[in-house]
Nanobody, 123 residues
Framework: VQLVESGGGLVQPGGSLRLSCVAS????????MAWFRQAPGKEREFVAS????????YYSDSAKGRFTISRDNAKNTVYLQMNSLKPEDTAVYFC?????????????????WGRGTQVTVSS
């Protein structure tokens, strides 16, 4: 399974971005999907996850209320809408897929990863 992220860029504080991740598998609806991020010098951290049908979503405390994860199984795509962005949201954002799980925040449970897309929040 290949995952390709897009939509990153430079945005001012308070702005918005929508990230997309396209998966190269006809079984996309069988995967739990998640977004993680990694800032320079820091460990990779969980941002949000979504179950196979999209019926359940999970967020980190930092993402709750500002970010929304969604998916379109017909397009093999998962999205992350990010609003009210802050400089501390600056990181490389990764898409991940897990065939067996439920949407855990543990990155070691995800089998497939994209290469990431850079998000920079700065004035």
């Amino acid at each position: 399974v290949q995952l390709v992220e897009s939509g990153g860029g430079l945005v001012q504080p308070g702005g918005s971005l929508r990230l997309s991740c396209v998966a190269s598998t006809p079984q996309f609806s069988g995967y739990v999907m998640a977004w993680f991020r990694q800032a320079p010098g820091k460990e990779r951290e969980f941002v949000a996850s979504i179950t196979r049908s999209g019926g359940n979503t999970y967020y980190s405390d930092s993402a709750k209320g500002r970010f929304t994860i969604s998916r379109d199984n017909a397009k093999n795509t998962v999205y992350l809408q990010m609003n009210s962005l802050k400089p501390e949201d600056t990181a490389v954002y990764f898409c991940a897929a897990d065939y067996e799980g439920w949407g855990t925040s543990d990155p070691t449970k995800y089998e497939y990863w994209g290469r990431g897309t850079q998000v920079t929040v700065s004035s």
